[in-house]
């Protein structure tokens, strides 16, 4: 759900000369761009480490089977939930302060 907001956000705000140049006098331009861009971060980070957690499960169930210390940690990080719903709080955190900085610089 964050992801297409995360990347439209930036997008609509810096294509639109109009917001733009009042974000920019506002000295809040960059602000914004650094909230949004660590959400992204996040997202992107967060899929990469479930791209290699699950890439370890399957080496450890498909032939030849790996057993090994990688694949015993992805085996056991594939239960940690908490990772992936502290990536998407800090997301929903960043998304949201950009939001608002935004909305109060447009709008007051």
Known sequence: MARPYS???PAFLF???DVL???VAQHRAVGIAEAFALAILLQVAITFINKYIQWGIYSRHSAPRRINWYTDLCEQMSEWIWIDA???IATIVFLGWGSFIVFTSLVG
């Open 7 to 9: 990347v439209g956000g």
């Open 86 to 88: 502290l990536v998407d």
């Open 15 to 17: 294509t639109h000369d």
């Open 21 to 23: 140049k009042k974000l």
